[in-house]
């Protein structure tokens, strides 16, 4: 129940086009969700995070949406850019843990 | 956002030996921190969970006599690697959050390859 699935593994896109990447849970006492941004070699960075009382949130070219119903979220970048190459995690947090719990990662790979 | 420091970015030991990895919350007081390790092109593995001045928390099959952590202060905690061997090579990364916080900082990693 722990548990973040997170799809694709890895998604090549052309720039200027959207990037979507999904995630699914079961945990209904998970109360909120976070998308890192990691560079090779790097720590993650937070991009951007929602909590379930919300159905979208946007920040830049960055938006979650969620789907409390479905238990689903996805991080959608718009007008993608060879610099958004990186490796993205969703992760989960709550139900009375303080730790984050990691999807699997999607390695995008922008085009020029 | 809050700056969270690692140090050595990159360590090379020999088998056997021991490796203490810092972690710093720079500019915040860190009650909560977390270790995590990461195998090439894998997720993020959470180790443990220390609270300052109370013994960490480690997750199942982490074995605490061999990744030792202490968190003594709000702003640091560290992560000895004991006895290390060679399947003990990974990226270590820690994040650290706040009172109340639901946000994690993470530091930049730790490179360690056991010889």
């Known amino acids: 129940q722990q548990q973040v699935k997170q799809s694709p593994q890895s998604l090549i896109v052309q720039k200027g086009g959207i990037s979507i990447i999904n995630c699914a849970y079961e945990n209904t006492a998970f109360d909120y969700f976070p998308w890192y941004q990691q560079f090779p070699g790097k720590g993650p960075a937070l991009l951007i995070a929602i909590r379930p009382d919300v159905s979208e949130k946007k920040e830049g070219r960055f938006t979650i949406s969620f789907n409390k119903s479905a238990k689903q979220f996805s991080l959608h970048i718009m007008d993608s850019q060879p610099g958004d190459s990186a490796t993205y995690f969703c992760a989960a947090k709550g139900a009375g843990r303080r730790a984050l719990t990691f999807g699997s990662g999607t390695r995008l790979q922008v085009q020029p | 956002g809050a700056v969270v420091s690692q140090h050595p970015s990159w360590v090379i030991c020999k088998s056997g030996t021991s490796v203490k990895i810092e972690c710093r919350s720079l500019?915040?007081?860190?009650?909560?921190m977390f270790w995590y390790r990461q195998f090439p092109k894998q997720s993020l593995m959470l180790m443990a969970t220390?609270?300052?001045?109370?013994?960490?928390?480690?997750e199942q099959g982490v074995e605490k006599d061999k990744f030792l952590i202490n968190h003594a202060s709000l702003t640091l905690s560290t992560l000895t690697v004991t006895s290390a061997h060679p399947e003990d090579s990974s990226f270590y990364i820690c994040?650290?959050?706040?009172?109340?916080?639901?946000?994690?900082?993470f530091g930049p990693g730790t490179r360690l390859t056991v010889l």
């Open positions: 220390s609270n300052e001045g109370s013994k960490a928390t480690y």
């Open positions: 500019d915040f007081q860190a009650t909560t």
């Open positions: 994040s650290a959050s706040g009172v109340g916080d639901n946000e994690q900082f």
